[in-house]
């Protein structure tokens, strides 16, 4: 399992970070990002993430994180977008992590070495 | 259409107000196309797709545009998408089990998968979001997670809806408690129940 910290994420561009993760996981590691990613990113993941899926190889990913936290700042309001703050985050491969229970400020999970 | 279609079509365009999109999000299975059915059968008489029990049935999105629902003595008319189930993995061993042969189990995960990157990408065209989840199942799931995160940062408008809440099993309080800070409306998409809290919610939220 390979802890990620915040700098370690936060140096690379969002193209990067997500080939980075992407990688990793498909080599079959189980990633814990200390910041998270922000949804736009989570979402261009998920999207990747279909773009590799082979039958008997990839299945996809399973992620978790918890739900951001807005800051409905005025400069957000101004600028007609939400600072979102991105929170602990753990992706490994579907076939290896499996969600066992999640709730407001807990993630349980099981690791299963396939 | 010929030209004076067209340009019937151009003009309608120009002096019209465009109608606020909005599409249907959530995991595979959790009713979004019952609940899109629903929706058109009772305020423009046809279908949006087909339903199944097996997942990533949708696996293209569906546009229908101008949908007007009224409400309140209020109307709002609307565009809707219906876009296939989000996930973050897809196994065809899964649709196997559910009876259908190998090359099939493969081809409706490989259309799934496509399926997926289309409904991520309708998410940056859209004025608001529908998030429809199984009432039976347990609200945080990654993908519900994903889709709140992507509106609350645009600042777009959302309506979750518990659904399925006709069965004895379901909990719409589990899903109000995961995500306390969205308006919520519980229904039956399947059998109609409290549907006319939810024209409600969505002229409110989208008028
Ligand atoms: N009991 C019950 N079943 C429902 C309800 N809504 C949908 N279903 C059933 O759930 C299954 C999935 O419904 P769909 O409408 O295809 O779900 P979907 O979200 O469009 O699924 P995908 O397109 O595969 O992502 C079907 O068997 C429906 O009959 C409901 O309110 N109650
Ligand atoms: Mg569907």
């Known amino acids: 399992m390979d802890l990620v910290s915040e700098d370690r994420l936060a140096k690379m561009q969002p193209v990067e970070k997500i080939r980075f993760i992407i990688d990793e996981v498909k080599d079959g590691k189980i990633l814990v990002l200390e910041k998270g990613l922000t949804p736009e990113e989570e979402a261009t993941l998920i999207e990747m993430t279909m773009t590799q899926i082979e039958p008997d190889d990839f299945a996809g990913i399973e992620m978790e994180s918890y739900p951001s936290q807005t800051d409905k700042s005025l400069l957000g309001k101004l600028l007609k977008k939400n600072v979102v703050r991105t929170r602990l985050t753990v992706i490994g491969p579907a076939n290896k992590l499996k969600t066992l229970k999640k709730d407001r400020d807990m993630i349980s999970a099981l690791v299963s070495s396939k | 259409m010929g030209v004076m279609g067209s340009f019937k079509k151009f003009f309608k365009r120009l002096f019209n107000k465009k109608n606020a999109r909005i599409g249907i999000y959530g ?8 609940l899109a059915n629903r929706i058109l059968r009772d305020w423009t008489g046809d279908a949006m797709g087909s339903v199944s029990h097996v997942a990533h049935e949708t696996r293209r999105a569906r546009r229908r545009e101008g949908v007007t629902i009224q409400s309140n003595g209020g109307s709002i008319s ?3 998408i219906d876009t296939p189930g989000l996930a973050t993995k897809i196994d065809f ?9 190998e090359a099939e189990s493969k081809r409706r995960a490989k259309e799934a998968t496509e399926g997926v990157i289309e409904a991520v990408k309708w998410l940056e065209n859209l004025d608001g979001v529908i998030l429809v989840m199984d009432a039976t199942e347990d609200p945080y799931t990654q993908v519900n997670v994903t889709v709140i995160g992507n ?3 645009r600042n777009l408008p959302l309506l979750i809806v518990a659904n399925k809440t006709d069965l004895p099993e379901s909990s719409a309080t589990s899903i109000r408690e995961a995500f306390p800070q969205h308006p919520m409306v519980a229904i039956s998409a399947l059998e109609g129940k409290n549907i006319d809290t939810f024209y409600d919610e969505v002229a409110k939220r989208f008028g």
């Open chain 2, 27 to 34: 995991p595979p299975n959790a009713g979004k196309t019952t």
């Open chain 2, 151 to 153: 509106m609350e940062a």
């Open chain 2, 78 to 80: 609307l565009d809707i």
């Open chain 2, 93 to 101: 061993h899964e649709f196997m089990e559910l009876g259908m042969n």
